[in-house]
């Protein structure tokens, strides 16, 4: 039997899209840490999400996000941002690390790079990523060393936390821990959410800082 949780407000992309420029920082802080914290629950079981995005995140009536949509079993077929790649099949080009796209090399850390594009498209409210780029100019953006610009009004933390999810080296990336860690700091202590990431999470990983 599988078990269906009714979610309010549906998918998160939607969700903000309808929403734009309702919320403060903190409640998209709250929003993203309760992503993080189900992304940190799978990591812990041993699962690799491998379509980790906004439209697969379901909101409630009381703005919890829940990771939906896990473990990717099928081909996407059917998704319109999904494109072949050079190893066969299809993926979401745009919300996939480039090791994946290129040698279908998931982990939490490509999960990782997918949580930064999520965190990317909570900030500004369901954007598309990278925009009307062609997916093999995302692609190629990517790999000369592109990365998406803050969203407008987004905290330089949140965005260097971004950045550091997008690593090239994925063992450079931070794991969900660290992720949950700091954006709990943030919620704590919203001052902080002007104070470079490097600067709050220094004691917790070294993995961050590498």
Same mark, same amino acid.
């Not at 780029?133 to 990517?142: E, G």
């Given at each position: 039997? &599988?078990? $269906?949780? *009714?979610m309010?407000?549906? #998918?998160? !992309?939607?969700?903000?899209?309808k929403?734009d ?6 409640? @998209? ?12 629950? @799978?990591? !812990?079981?041993?699962?690799?999400h491998r379509?980790? /995005?906004a ?7 009381? @703005?919890?996000?829940?990771? #939906? ?11 319109p941002? /999904? ?5 066969g099949?299809? &993926?979401?080009?745009? +919300?996939?690390?480039?090791?994946a &796209?290129?040698?279908?090399?998931f982990?939490?850390a490509?999960d990782? +790079? ?6 990317w498209?909570?900030? #500004? *409210?369901g954007?598309?990523?990278? +925009?009307?780029?062609s997916?093999?100019d ?8 592109y ?10 933390s949140?965005?260097?936390?971004m950045l550091?999810? +997008?690593?090239k080296e994925?063992?450079?990336r931070p ?5 949950? #860690?700091?954006l !709990?700091?943030l919620?704590r202590?919203?001052?902080?959410l002007?104070t470079?990431v490097?600067? &709050?999470? $220094?004691s ?7």
């Amino acid at each position: 039997m &599988i078990v $269906v949780e *009714y979610m309010e407000n549906g #998918s998160l !992309d939607s969700f903000l899209r309808k929403h734009d420029g309702h919320f403060t920082v903190i409640q @998209l802080v709250g929003m993203l840490r309760g992503i993080a914290s189900g992304m940190k629950y @799978l990591s !812990d079981m041993g699962y690799v999400h491998r379509d980790l /995005a906004a439209r697969n995140i379901l909101v409630n009536s009381n @703005l919890v996000c829940k990771v #939906s949509d896990f473990g990717l079993s099928r081909v996407l077929e059917d998704e319109p941002e /999904a494109a072949y790649t050079t190893t066969g099949g299809k &993926i979401p080009i745009r +919300w996939t690390a480039p090791e994946a &796209i290129a040698y279908r090399k998931f982990s939490s850390a490509s999960d990782a +790079w997918s949580y930064g594009i999520v965190m990317w498209e909570v900030m #500004s *409210y369901g954007e598309r990523p990278y +925009w009307e780029m062609s997916n093999q100019d995302v692609i190629l953006s990517i790999e000369e060393g592109y990365r998406l610009p803050a969203p407008m009004g987004c905290p330089a933390s949140l965005h260097q936390l971004m950045l550091h999810c +997008w690593q090239k080296e994925r063992n450079h990336r931070p794991k969900f821990t660290d992720i949950v #860690s700091f954006l !709990d700091k943030l919620i704590r202590n919203p001052g902080a959410l002007h104070t470079l990431v490097e600067d &709050i999470l $220094v004691s917790n990983h070294e993995s961050f800082c590498c």
